[in-house]
């Protein structure tokens, strides 16, 4: 065996041909690949994998989850913090309909995964065979690209072109599903080759530059320019470019949550947070200003409120690598289709430097006016009882912003986004699209699993903790260290929010019971700790993040706080509501 | 009828792909998860080996259309898409009729209206002959009501098959794809100009 692997871990093709197992095959894949860290739960249709697993233990770092849906949100928390393909490992059956939740948030934010799943053997395909489940057909929506394999000479082309198709272009999730018969199968194995090239598939389009000239065209004549970005930027690795485009261009720019960390938090250009509970200014601003220059975002719903009032005023630059998103929902005027990377630099090299000092004090305006009704009462209340925004105001006074967030879903988490500090990209690791309730705890500890230099902090409501808090036994096992921050309002917030403004308070079905979490997380060996006085709470920050290894710090927030500004659905942006 | 309903249009959607399992639906669940019925759909080997040729044909206006190819064109085994409208396209759709031989052989009149319809015979028994027509919607539509009196059997109609007018074919765009870095010919920003017709990527 030993002799085996040291001619397979050659990464270029071998003349000489050895036999190996389909299981085999694909562990070589990997590791060519770069994979270090393998997100997973074995079950009786991947044994043959997790069988060869065992040998390469050293090499791959395989992470045992307490669920698939735990699996895959690790995977896309390693994926975003390291920027390489997150991997993940699931049996057949329930094991593969437990990964639909996290493919579809993968989908929906562009990360890229390579799920491998485990198959029934080929045979007794469409028998109904005991854990088959036709995984190829669900999860086809929710991937960029699925395939089944079923003989095991197929592995290492359809591996290198799942990890081609995830990572390049606009990235996303990819699911191959192997049948238990390929997995044992011994073949002839020639070797791994990386995919760069698949015919029907051009993820990097040829930028033409008349679209580039005509964009500086009318950059250089705005008078109210705004530039609006997205993860696209994180995504291209281009947060040099991006930053130097607008430190040029002296054009005040605002982020969508995916976006959050391209440019810090406290860069002067950098304007604030758009959509439903985005700031004052870059909302109603929005609708003030001539060009409107969109780089890597998708114009979500939660960011233009409604479409038909959204920036009709002004001239539309939207710079995308997928043709599909553009004109989807906000038609451009002048559409650069590319690879941010290469556009951006292009763009900055025509555009006249220039500083829009009095446009960008309107923003600063509205700043003001946000502070005084919003902010100062949610970074610094009077109330007896905590708020969500002085416990992300504090924890950014001690980690300086260095830290990465992870954020949950609902009202903790607009606050969360609202008021972290960021100094750096890779940072801001939420559930976006999707809004995945769940999504943080396991995606923190894929987080730090990618970054392992860096603190990682999960903020969490009390609601979205409970449905996957099982990871604890992951953290456990694992060792890993991961910072988790309950902000427990006793309530599911942000429908008790809606429900409060817009059904007359009718509360159904929002008051949630929770258990002793410092408890659960004593069960699971992780040491907690639980604050209801604010003057506890910069030391129980820094006993957490001073604590060697994982630490639940659960906070005890006012009950009923809703989150503001808020554009009401519906609306425009400009209609937004400070209170 | 909405704003909306009176731009739709009938829509020839041409979609060059690989040949691979799965894709069918993938193609599908565009049109589904929209709530947009397919009227017509055929899948078949396209004049270069190994590349299948899909033409679609939905009701629906021009703007959702383009959404619709550019979302299918992005699947990773899709080369190409075009769409048209009826007076871009050469279209036929294929129907078989059954009827009885001894009406056929007894009423001279029906075999007038076969003549008359440009039906051919496909199939002669004792018992039963099968016509066959090619043509638009209406003329396949207007065969069966004519012979609905004369106690048709059993009919079927293919989906629509339609031929690009303004279209070179597909073997000179495949060798741009086969090609580690396509040329301009293949990518090009030139669609997302507003008003053109054909959309090419």
């Not at chain 1, 991006?242 to 605002?254: L, N, R, Y």
């Not at chain 1, 694992?478 to 309002?489: E, T």
Request: glycine letters at 8%.
């Amino acid at each position: 065996m030993e002799a085996i692997q040291e001619i397979l871990t050659e990464s270029t093709p071998k003349q000489t041909a050895v036999e190996v197992s389909g299981s085999v095959a694909l562990l070589e894949a990997l590791l060519t690949e770069g994979v270090d860290t393998i997100f997973g739960y074995p079950g009786g249709a991947i044994m043959p994998i997790y069988d060869a697993l065992f040998d390469y233990n050293e090499k791959l770092n395989h992470i045992l989850v307490r669920h698939e849906q735990g699996g895959i949100h690790a995977g896309q928390g390693y994926a975003r913090t390291s920027g390489k393909v997150g991997v993940v490992f699931a049996t057949s059956g329930p094991g593969a309909t437990n990964l639909v939740t996290g493919l579809a948030d993968a989908q929906i934010d562009s990360t890229p995964l390579v799920c491998i799943t485990g198959q029934v053997f080929a045979h007794l395909l469409g028998t109904d065979a005991f854990q088959e489940t036709d995984v190829i057909n669900i999860t086809t929506p929710v991937t960029k690209w699925n395939y089944q394999v079923t003989d095991a000479t197929e592995i290492p082309e359809v591996i290198a072109k799942a990890f081609y198709i995830a990572k390049s272009g606009r990235p996303g999730p990819v699911l191959i599903d192997i049948t238990k018969n390929a997995q044992i199968q011994l073949f002839n194995y020639q070797g791994y080759t990386k995919c760069n090239h698949i015919r029907s598939y051009r993820p990097k389009p040829i930028v033409r530059p008349q679209y580039i000239e005509q964009a500086a065209a009318l950059i250089n004549e705005a008078k109210k320019p705004f530039i609006l970005w997205g993860q696209g930027v994180i995504l291209g690795s281009a947060e040099q470019e991006f930053k130097t485009f607008v430190e040029k261009s002296g054009i005040p720019a605002a982020w969508t949550i995916l976006g959050a960390g391209a440019i810090s938090t406290d860069h002067p250009l950098n304007v604030g947070m758009l959509g439903m509970h985005g700031n004052y200014g870059p909302n109603v601003l929005t609708n003030e200003c001539d060009v409107l220059i969109a780089i890597g975002m998708r114009f979500d719903d939660r960011v233009t409120g409604r479409l038909d009032k959204y920036a009709k005023q002004a001239k539309v630059i939207h710079l995308d690598i997928d043709p599909a998103e553009i004109d989807k929902n906000v038609k451009s005027t002048v559409p650069v289709w590319g690879d941010c990377k290469e556009t951006l630099p292009m763009l900055t090299a025509l555009v006249e430097k220039k500083e829009h000092t009095e446009w960008l004090a309107k923003f600063n305006d509205y700043t003001r006016q946000e502070v005084e009704q919003v902010i100062e009462k949610e970074l610094n209340p009077t109330t007896p009882e905590m708020t969500m925004g002085e416990v992300i105001k504090q924890l950014n006074e001690i980690t300086k912003g260095e830290a990465v967030i992870v954020t949950d879903v609902g009202q903790h988490q607009m606050v969360a986004c609202r008021y972290a500090k960021l100094n750096n990209t890779r940072s801001n690791i939420t559930s976006g699209g999707l809004g995945t309730m769940g999504f943080a705890l396991p995606a923190a500890i894929g987080a730090k699993f990618g970054a392992q230099d860096r603190t990682v902090v999960a903020i969490i409501g009390d609601g979205g903790f409970q449905m996957t808090c099982q990871e604890m036994g992951t953290i456990m096992q694992s060792g890993i260290d991961v910072k988790i921050i309950i902000l427990n309002n006793r309530f599911l917030g942000m429908v008790r929010q809606w429900q409060e403004l817009f059904n007359s308070r009718r509360y159904s079905f929002v008051d949630i019971q929770s258990p002793d979490f410092v408890a659960l997380a004593a069960a699971y060996r992780i040491p907690g700790k639980m604050i209801d006085d604010r003057k506890d709470l910069p030391s129980a920050l820094n006993e957490m993040l001073n604590n060697k290894g994982s630490f639940l710090l659960e906070v005890m927030v006012t009950k009923e706080n809703n989150v503001f500004p808020m554009v009401p659905q519906g609306c425009s942006v400009s209609e937004i509501r400070l209170k | 009828m909405s704003d909306q309903d009176i731009e739709k249009q009938e829509f020839n959607i041409t979609v060059y792909t690989e040949n691979q399992i799965g894709l069918l639906n993938r193609i599908a669940i565009i049109f589904t998860r929209r709530k947009i019925n397919i009227e017509s759909l055929n899948t078949s080997p396209s004049e270069i080996d190994r590349i299948h040729r899909f033409n679609i044909v939905i009701n629906e206006s021009e703007d959702v259309v383009r959404k619709l190819t550019r979302q299918i064109e992005k699947q990773v085994e899709v080369l190409k898409v075009y769409y048209h409208t009826n007076e871009d396209v050469i279209w036929q759709e294929m129907a078989l009729y059954k009827v009885s031989t001894d009406v056929i052989a007894e009423r001279v009149s029906v075999e007038r209206l076969l003549r008359e319809n440009g039906a051919r015979v496909v199939t002669l028994r004792k018992d039963y002959t099968v016509f066959e027509t090619t043509g638009h919607r209406e003329e396949t539509d207007n065969l069966i009501s004519i012979l609905q009196p004369y106690g048709l059997i059993e009919f079927v109609r293919s989906a629509r098959v339609a031929i690009i007018k303004d279209s070179d074919g597909f073997n000179s765009k495949l060798r741009e794809f086969e090609r580690l870095e396509p040329g301009e010919d293949v990518i090009e920003n030139e669609y997302l100009n507003k008003g053109q017709k054909v959309f090419t990527m």
